[in-house]
């Protein structure tokens, strides 16, 4: 098959930067596309037609596969596939089809220049994304790259630091790396002074967290103070529980019915970056409610769905792990969780009530699975002195769908 579609990295330093590869793809292609900035850069080099990104982006991927059967080039910045236009071509354009050259990414550059292990570093990409992404990387001592969207991002990500107990944390912001106007400046998050920024820039973060500062352990069940709930939350320990009973696995999504503060949904995105979680709460002030947990715990893309489950959960794409916390005894709710599943999906719903676990207790013996009982007991003031107080037992059923 022939490689119709070349994409070719381009940093700050243009076409002396580039390969005699990369230049000669770009002389011979027939269309460029890419941005106008990427399309200055090159301009030396482009004699075919100079093509830039439409304007919404969405229409992009569709202009260059048109022009199949012609020599076409897109310019990218840096490394197409990290957090570029390569990865989205890809899913259209068979890599037969393709020649790509590379030029170091933002990060890479940024790395070199600190003198920063990549593999030891998180890499981040906030560029049209939620800064809230950046709170579960909040680690003690963590070295963190983030690229910004423009140049008010690393001030907004400093305000964002300093309001969650890290503005002690050092910034270094690196500008329009690998060109002429390249700058590199270091602060700290509380004291951010930092003026005319170039919208090109990668900050450098050296956490340093404040005594109190809203760290994320990297284990399930998370203390239940760190979420806004209003009583309605799966309580730390068995939230802990219910997340080893779910599994988590790559990719996959999990329904949270009756999701109250959203704390098992968030718990699920915690996992991994990949998961994908659909949150269904009847309640319109909890459904608001767990959109802020979800901002505060970095997982700004939680899908939330007001209304009544099961009618709720018509027309939403299959589940790989269904977590019902309220509402199992409901009349055709489980009936409609189990048909929902994918094979080999996990079912995991608690009772704490009666006429619940009388529900479980019958899916148990008709469909199997594996039913436990989880009964914790707190220390607590007893007049003078301590004693244990038990809290309510939960009743939960697991079942895998064959």
């Not at 027939?30 to 100079?50: N, P, Q, S, T």
């Not at 999504?253 to 699920?268: C, F, K, T, Y």
């Not at 007893?382 to 939960?396: L, N």
Request: a neutral charge; aromatic letters at 4%.
């Amino acid at each position: 098959m022939r490689r119709w579609l070349s994409i070719v990295g381009i940093g700050e330093d243009g076409v002396d930067g580039l390969s005699s590869v990369a230049r000669g793809l770009i002389a011979d292609a027939e269309v460029v596309f890419g941005g106008k900035r990427h399309l200055e850069l090159a301009g030396a080099l482009i004699r075919g037609a100079a093509q830039p990104w439409p304007s919404p982006f969405d229409e992009a991927v569709q202009q260059v596969v048109a022009q199949r059967g012609r020599s076409v080039c897109v310019l990218a910045s840096g490394d197409p596939f990290f957090y570029g236009v390569g990865t989205l071509l890809a899913r259209h354009v068979d890599p037969a089809e393709m020649l790509v050259v590379p030029a170091p990414s933002s990060f890479s550059l940024a790395a070199a220049r600190l003198g920063w292990s990549l593999p030891e570093t998180t890499l981040v990409s906030l560029h049209g994304r939620s800064l809230d992404l950046i709170r579960p990387h909040l680690q003690p001592g963590a070295r963190v790259l983030a690229l910004t969207p423009d140049g008010a991002g690393p001030g907004a990500l400093a305000a964002l630091l300093t309001e969650a107990g890290f503005g002690a944390s050092r910034l270094t912001v690196l500008e329009a790396l690998g060109g002429p106007r390249e700058k590199v400046r270091t602060t700290r998050a509380a004291g951010f002074d930092l003026a005319d920024i170039s919208a090109l820039n990668i900050v450098a973060l050296e956490v340093d967290a404040a005594s109190g500062a809203r760290v994320l352990a990297r284990a399930a069940g998370l203390p239940d103070v760190l979420f806004e709930h209003d009583g309605q939350i799966t309580k730390r320990e068995i939230r802990a529980v219910t997340l080893s009973s779910l599994a988590p696995t790559r990719r996959e999504l999990l329904w949270d019915i009756g999701a109250g503060a959203g704390s098992v949904a968030i718990e699920w995105l915690l996992a991994d970056t990949s998961m994908r979680a659909i949150a269904i709460e009847q309640n319109v002030e909890r459904a608001a409610r767990i959109r802020r947990n979800a901002a505060a715990f970095g997982v700004p893309g939680l899908e939330i769905i007001e209304g009544d489950a099961p009618a709720a959960l018509d027309g939403l794409p299959p589940p790989d792990a269904i977590f019902v916390g309220g509402g199992a005894a409901r009349p055709g709710l489980l009936d409609v969780a189990v048909a929902a599943l994918k094979s080999g999906g996990r079912l995991v719903v608690n009772a704490v009530t009666l006429e619940t676990e009388t529900v479980l207790t019958a899916r148990h013996l008709t469909d199997g699975g594996e039913l436990i009982r989880i009964a914790l007991t707190r220390a607590d003031a007893v007049g003078g002195k301590t004693g244990w107080r038990p809290a309510m037992p939960v009743t939960q059923w697991v079942w895998i769908k064959s």
